[in-house]
């Protein structure tokens, strides 16, 4: 079974989702609960630990160390405990003197490290199961290691709790986030294993109730020249007023963007462009800007100290309750100035159609309900979100509209229509070809059974059999997006 978590490449001010096989839906079931966890500001855990910022710093020799240490040093001092923010910082570096441990014996407790490669301190745990809104590291690193390692959430020596206290974690270092490697499935922490286990990354995004809510971190090289800016443009685009702060798919954008657009003659979709450097034809900036992956949910928002919404919306779901109806359901605890609900509807989650309408409560301190049926589901996958509007502002006698605020993305997968229809079938002369209306026909070719071509081009929406003589064909049909469908016809 395929499931999807969100991976974002922000090619200048665009982003594509991939899809990863990550076995079965309980792994997507247990991140959304983090998700919903980390955005429910009534709950317990509170949110002042979000303003708890934990850096990490490695390196293999000892002016590596210095580097990778000043580099987040600086980095707090001009983003994080400033009073804009005014956050807190806890930094950890590997030992100076011992830049490259050397590597253990095979039998030795800490065997698998190689490459300088050592434990972090063990008081990271306890810094994260406080309470740490971001965790980030500056180091060597692949994807099931790191020189100077915290580890993985799951592996019980290092003391990772279910605090519910989830970071947003960005590593700067080289190839932490390749995820591409098929290896997803292979849930271990022992450093004996070198290669057949999933990355450190993953790990700490699907491990339930505690590790990350989301991950930052590069799927390829990395150097230290280019990394350094790029933290720094996460940075201040991160330790900013809550009003400001953006989620962390456009946060990612905006980064790219500013990283482009500084390169002459750049642009978002070639990763090799230098042209003062004729000889090497490849720009470390823009290559770190396509190589860098987002793991999670893109809107999510990080460090919000409190609800950002006009009303707390305290869930959001979407579930097919038929073959031909979606059931849209909210619930909030309470609202303010709220004026109404829009339902949104998209079949790549990027592009939203407005679909529905529903008017609020307005001001309530009470738990209210909403519901919306969607009579006219897409087929196969499709994406829901809810806008919220406030009421009217009265600016100087003059009403300007509401502040608009957007929910998270739920899916839905209908699996019961058809996406194309051709009947009737079998018919004694025309067959009409229907396509679901998230499909757009472009062109249709007819053949035999046997494979030759009959009718070779058609755009027709009808197929006219009469004067062929009875039996089976195959009728091609390829859509707008270039999907081909085949459908046995039977003219009798």
């Not at 665009?14 to 966890?37: H, I, R, S, T, W």
């Not at 609800?307 to 909210?330: G, M, R």
């Not at 993305?409 to 019961?416: L, Q, T």
């Amino acid at each position: 079974m395929q499931v999807r978590i969100l991976i974002y490449l922000p090619y200048q001010s665009v982003a594509y989702q991939l899809e990863l096989v990550l076995g079965g839906p309980q792994k997507v079931a247990d991140y959304l609960q983090k998700v919903k966890e980390y955005e429910d500001f009534s709950s317990t855990v509170g949110t002042d630990w979000r303003k708890n910022v934990v850096h990490v710093s490695g390196g293999k020799t000892t002016t590596e160390i210095t580097s990778f240490r000043n580099a987040l040093a600086s980095a707090a001092t001009n983003y994080v405990l400033p009073g804009t923010y005014g956050g807190t910082v806890a930094p950890y570096v590997k030992d100076i003197a011992v830049p490259c441990p050397a590597t253990p014996p095979v039998g030795d407790p800490n065997y698998g490290f190689q490459d300088c490669q050592t434990w972090a301190n063990s008081e990271i745990a306890t810094k994260v199961n406080n309470g740490a809104g971001i965790l980030t590291y500056y180091g060597h690193g692949n994807p099931r290691v790191t020189d100077y390692f915290y580890g993985y959430s799951i592996d019980p020596g290092r003391n990772y709790m279910a605090s519910k206290k989830y970071v947003g974690m960005f590593i700067y270092g080289c190839d932490v986030n390749n995820v591409f490697r098929g290896l997803n499935e292979l849930v271990d922490y022992t450093l004996s294993n070198r290669s057949n286990k999933r990355p450190f990354t993953v790990d700490w995004l699907l491990t339930p109730s505690k590790g990350a809510v989301t991950i930052v971190g590069n799927s390829w090289e990395g150097y230290e020249s280019v990394l350094t800016p790029y933290m720094q443009k996460w940075y201040s685009k991160l330790f900013v007023s809550d009003i400001n702060r953006k989620p962390m798919g456009s946060i990612m954008k905006d980064v790219a963007a500013l990283t482009i657009n500084a390169i002459p003659g750049a642009n978002g979709r070639t990763a090799a462009i230098s042209p003062d450097v004729v000889t090497f034809n490849y720009n470390f900036a823009q290559a770190n800007v396509h190589q860098t992956l987002l793991l999670g949910d893109p809107a999510i928002v990080l460090l919000q100290q409190s609800n950002p919404l006009p009303v707390d919306l305290i869930s959001f779901e979407a579930q097919l309750i038929n073959t031909n109806e979606v059931k849209v359901e909210w619930s909030t605890a309470w609202e303010r100035s709220n004026n109404h609900f829009v339902i949104e509807r998209s079949n790549d989650a990027k592009n939203f159609q407005e679909i529905g309408y529903v008017d609020a409560k307005g001001d309530t301190d009470l738990k209210s309900n909403y519901v919306y049926y969607d009579s006219k589901p897409l087929s196969g996958i499709s994406y829901y979100r809810l806008l919220q509007v406030d009421n009217q502002e009265n600016n100087n006698g003059n009403a300007t509209e509401g502040k608009k605020t957007y929910s998270r993305i739920v899916a839905v997968n209908n699996p019961n229509i058809n996406l194309v229809v051709v009947a009737p079938n079998p018919s004694v002369s025309q067959f009409k070809i229907q396509l679901d209306k998230s499909l757009e026909l472009k062109s249709w070719n007819l053949s035999s059974i046997q494979g030759r071509i009959l009718i070779p081009e058609s755009k027709a929406d009808i197929l006219d059999l009469t004067h062929y003589p009875a039996g089976e064909y195959i009728l091609n049909i390829t859509s707008t997006d270039g999907k081909v469908y085949y459908k046995k016809v039977v003219k009798q």
